[in-house]
Structure formats: structure tokens, C-alpha cells
């Protein structure tokens, strides 16, 4: 099969994935509530998915290490088609907080999705891959949740919801069945027969010691880079709509605007990756430029959604932020995969997408500190401390590296 068939595949199974969990995310909670509980329960129930989610990246990334990545992304379908088609058919919730949990632990779609990218491209061809992925992954996460909504309101809406969703993995694993393993993934240490799935326990036990054996420490500025990016971009991103709200008195249905201009322009950066390196950042080949001028953008955009006379500045502002984001999620990536052995891209990806779900977990309490001390609009301007110390590891790692170079 053609690279370039590969590709597309890849890039279908990450776009339907991301319409698959959009599908969920309004319909879910308006069927919680129609079962008659709680707002506290659906937030149980959103805080042990990502929680799990947070833990398992690094676990099931390991695994495809060992194991391979097609393997592993069939299992983890097969897992997610059954457990989408039982949401449908439960009214338990008891047996929702099962299923949500199963999910959260091996819905790893898109971790997966990476690491076959950089198996498959050599470094100079992964960022426009990355961003196309990202693009496509953006897109789906716009149409699948207007989808849920739509269909939830039919008799019995929550069951089609989950039954589209299960259906659509359903056509991912046909997709993947489609795609070649890739000899590359083959761990050189694995003895355990591909046949017996009796033994799938063995090899998660293997990939935990595997993780265990990984120098993390060669990562820690990677790390860094990522985690200082993912907390600047939650504090605006989770903050925005209760600024908008309460600065200009904007209704719900005005600060849906927002989440309009940043998946759009988000998904056009995502998809212009490739031409935005090669036009301006031919030689920044350790990643640190574009992360270095992204950081110093967002911080820019802090500053400026602080100071924004009006409702409209603020709406021009998040163009660029939207950009310096995407920019900064995708070569932040790209960064830790190149930086990775052939036997830990998996291990890695997991990580990577771990580092965004703490950075979701921290922001909402960081930010309430933030707005008790020094008021509700300080916390966009929060921003800025995190965007910029991003900016100056950027500085520091570059410079450190010339040094080793010489």
C-alpha cells in the first residue's frame, strides 16, 4: 500500500473518532439528567473518565511499543464499538460509570493514530501529518457534537447517539484491518504469541515494566515545554466564556462565537502546518523556533484579551491565539516524538496526551485562586506567566544545545 494511502487512513480513523466522542458530549449529559440525576453525578462520571484517560495514555502507548500499533488500535476499537452500544441500551447508571470508566482507560485512538505517524514519516514530513491529523480531528469535534444534539432530541435519541457512535467505529476498524502492520513496532524483546489474547494481561504487565525502564529524564525540558504550553492555553480556553459573561455581558448564545473562531482557525493552521514550515521555518529542525515565537504570540494574546476596549478586539484576538495554540499543540508533539527511541513513540504519545489532561485538571483550581486574590479579570491575564517561561526554556534549550554542538 501506498504512504500516502496509509496516510489518509489514518487521518479517516482520527477524524471519525473525534465525531464518535463529540457525539457524546452533549447527548451523555442530557440523558444523565433525564434519568434523573444529578449535575454532581455527571461531573463524577466526566472526572473518573479523564482520570483514567490521564493514566492509562502512557500504558496503552507502551503497549502498541510491544505489541504493535495495529493490534492494539483493533482491540481498543472492538472496545469501544461494544461499550458505546451498551451506553445505549443502559438506563443504569451504575453500569454507565462501568462503561465510561472502561472507555476512559483504552479509548486511545488518537495516541495511537501519532505513534503511526512517526513510524511511518521521516521527521521533516511529521508536522504537516500532525497538523493535517489535528485538523481533521478539529473538524470532527465540531460536527459531532451539533450531530448529538440533533439527534438526542428524537424518541429514544440517546440510543441512536450511541449506536452512530459504535457504527463509526465499527467503519474504523474496517479501516484498520484495511492498513498493513508496520514491522517497525515489533518490540525486539516480545516472546508472547500474537494469537493468545489470554495473555494480553502479560503485556500489560511488560509495557508497565517497560515505562518503569524509560529515561524520563531526557525528556523533562520536553515536558516542560508541553505542560507550560497546555496550562496557558487551558487558562484562557476554560476562562474565556465567564470573562466574556461578565466583562461585556454577553448571553450563551453569543460566546458560542468563540468556540466557533478557534475550531475554525484552529482546523485552517492545522491543515496550513505543512506550508508554514516550509515557508518560514526551513531550518528549525530541534522545533524550538516556532515553539519559542508561538509562546511569545500567546503571551501577546493574554495580555491583549486583558486589555480589549471592546467585544470586537476581542474576537480579532483570538485569531492569532487560536494560531500560537495550534501551532504550539502540534509541534509540542512532534518535538517529543522526535526526540523518542523507535520502541517508546507509543509510550510517549501517551505521555504527551497525559500532560494536556493534568493541565485541564489544574487549571480550574489555579484559576479560582487566581480570581479570589487578584480579581476575575486577572485570570486571563494569568496567561501570560506560563506562555512566557515557555518562551525563555525555549531560549535556554536552544542555547544549551549550541553548546553541546560545539
Known amino acids: 500500500m501506498e504512504l500516502k494511502h496509509k496516510l489518509y487512513i489514518i487521518y479517516t480513523i ?44 502512557p500504558l496503552i502507548g507502551s503497549w502498541s511499543d510491544i505489541r504493535g500499533r495495529r493490534f492494539v488500535l483493533l482491540i481498543t476499537l472492538s472496545v469501544c464499538v461494544t461499550c458505546y452500544f451498551l451506553l445505549g441500551l443502559t438506563s443504569s447508571i451504575f453500569a454507565i460509570l462501568i462503561l465510561r470508566n472502561i472507555l476512559g482507560f483504552i479509548k486511545h485512538t ?89 495473555t494480553i494481561h502479560k503485556e500489560f504487565l511488560q509495557a508497565m515494566r517497560k515505562l518503569l525502564k524509560i529515561n524520563w529524564t531526557t525528556y523533562g525540558g520536553t515536558f516542560l515545554i508541553r505542560f507550560l504550553f497546555a496550562i496557558s492555553a487551558a ?105 523518542s527511541k523507535i520502541d517508546e513513540k507509543g509510550s510517549l504519545s501517551g505521555a504527551s496526551n497525559s500532560i494536556l489532561l493534568i493541565a485541564k485538571f489544574i487549571t480550574p483550581f489555579s484559576s479560582d485562586i487566581i480570581g479570589d486574590i487578584f480579581g476575575g479579570n486577572a485570570v486571563m491575564l494569568s496567561g501570560l506567566v506560563p506562555a512566557l517561561t515557555g518562551a525563555l526554556v525555549c531560549v535556554y534549550l536552544t542555547r544549551r544545545s549550541k553548546i553541546k554542538g560545539n
Open 235 to 339: 487558562i484562557i480556553t476554560s476562562n474565556h466564556s465567564l470573562y466574556l459573561h461578565k466583562k461585556y455581558n454577553q448571553s450563551h448564545n453569543n460566546i458560542d462565537y468563540t468556540i466557533s473562531i478557534l475550531a475554525t482557525v484552529g482546523m485552517l493552521c492545522s491543515l496550513s502546518m505543512g506550508n508554514i514550515t516550509r515557508t518560514f521555518y526551513k531550518n528549525d529542525h530541534n522545533c524550538f523556533l516556532r515553539i519559542c515565537h508561538s509562546f511569545c504570540l500567546m503571551a501577546a494574546c493574554s495580555v491583549g484579551f486583558y486589555l480589549a476596549p471592546d467585544l470586537y478586539t476581542f474576537y480579532a484576538i483570538l485569531v492569532p491565539f487560536a494560531i500560537s495554540n495550534t501551532i504550539l499543540r502540534i509541534v509540542t508533539m512532534e518535538l517529543m516524538i522526535t526526540k
Open 14 to 57: 482520527y477524524f471519525l473518532d473525534s465525531v464518535a466522542t463529540g457525539l457524546m458530549f452533549p447527548s451523555l449529559h442530557i440523558y444523565i439528567r433525564k434519568l434523573g440525576e444529578s449535575y454532581s453525578t455527571a461531573g463524577v462520571l466526566g472526572s473518573t473518565y479523564l482520570a483514567l484517560e490521564m493514566l492509562a495514555g
Open 110 to 198: 488518537q495516541v495511537i493514530c501519532k505513534a503511526l505517524i512517526a513510524d511511518l514519516l521521516p521527521i521533516e514530513q511529521q508536522t504537516e501529518a500532525y497538523g493535517r491529523s489535528s485538523g481533521y480531528g478539529t473538524l470532527g469535534f465540531v460536527i459531532g457534537p451539533a450531530l448529538g444534539v440533533v439527534i438526542s432530541k428524537m424518541d429514544n435519541g440517546f440510543l441512536y447517539v450511541c449506536c452512530f457512535a459504535s457504527f463509526l467505529f465499527v467503519i474504523s476498524i474496517v479501516l484498520v484491518l484495511i492498513l498493513p502492520d508496520n514491522p517497525k513496532t515489533t518490540d525486539k524483546y516480545t516472546n508472547i504469541s500474537v494469537l493468545s489474547l489470554i
